[in-house]
């Protein structure tokens, strides 16, 4: 037998035995009010939120954004210059200058997003773009972040991250300049999925199971 197998050997026979991991409780605090605190968290992080719907999602981006000409449309619900399948790689987005999305989910803890492959398609196109619009249906809040790991949403793809507005870097002085990298601006549009009627009261009183 090798050194290698005589270690390796010793290492299976005095392993500690298997023990049951912890309990994680749940956090929760409240149930109500989740639009409240996830556009407030999301301000405090230089992200923007719309909670009353644009009428007219083409009008309110061409007003947010009149010096944008390239933009990326992974939603049905606005029609942009270039949808993601005609990304050929990686660095392509780079040169876009509006990107959106809609997002499975949003933590109201945080005022986080979640962006993964299935909604975007080419990743980068989540962080090159010079600004981000997320499209969130108020009925995918959840609590906060341990609801979020739960999700199917979160649990499922194989690239999965949470936005809390743009990239922000702070000096020794606390002097915080956003944005620090990535997405210049990231704006948060309360808007139900098309042909789902919102309800006040069940959006801001959803939780994760």
């Not at 749940?26 to 301000?43: C, K, N, V």
């Not at 007219?56 to 942009?80: K, N, Y």
């Not at 975007?120 to 979020?148: F, G, K, R, Y």
């Not at 009627?197 to 959803?206: G, Q």
Request: net charge negative; charged share 20%.
């Amino acid at each position: 037998m090798s050194a290698r197998e005589e270690i390796l050997t010793a290492i299976r026979q005095r392993h500690p035995p298997s023990r049951a991991l912890p309990e994680v409780p749940d956090f929760h605090q409240a149930t109500d009010g989740l639009i409240d605190r996830f556009t407030a968290a999301l301000a405090r992080l230089d992200g923007n939120s719309v909670t009353e719907p644009p009428p007219d999602l083409h009008q309110w981006l061409s007003e947010a954004f009149p010096d944008a000409s390239r933009i990326c449309s992974a939603v049905p619900e606005l029609t942009g210059t270039v949808t993601p399948a005609a990304f050929s790689d990686w660095a392509a987005p780079a040169d876009v200058d509006v990107t959106i999305v809609r997002t499975p989910l949003g933590v109201a803890e945080t005022g986080s997003i979640l962006v993964t492959e299935k909604e975007l398609e080419v990743t980068t196109s989540a962080v090159l773009a010079q600004h981000l619009v997320v499209l969130l249906d108020p009925a995918d809040l959840v609590e906060n972040i341990h609801d979020a790991y739960r999700h199917p949403s979160f649990q499922e793809a194989a690239y999965a991250v949470l936005l809390s507005g743009p990239s922000g870097s702070a000096d020794i002085g606390g002097k915080t300049v956003h944005p620090a990298q990535g997405i210049t601006t990231l704006t948060v549009i309360l808007l139900p999925r098309p042909g789902v009627e919102e309800d006040p009261e069940a959006s801001n009183s959803h939780t994760a199971t």
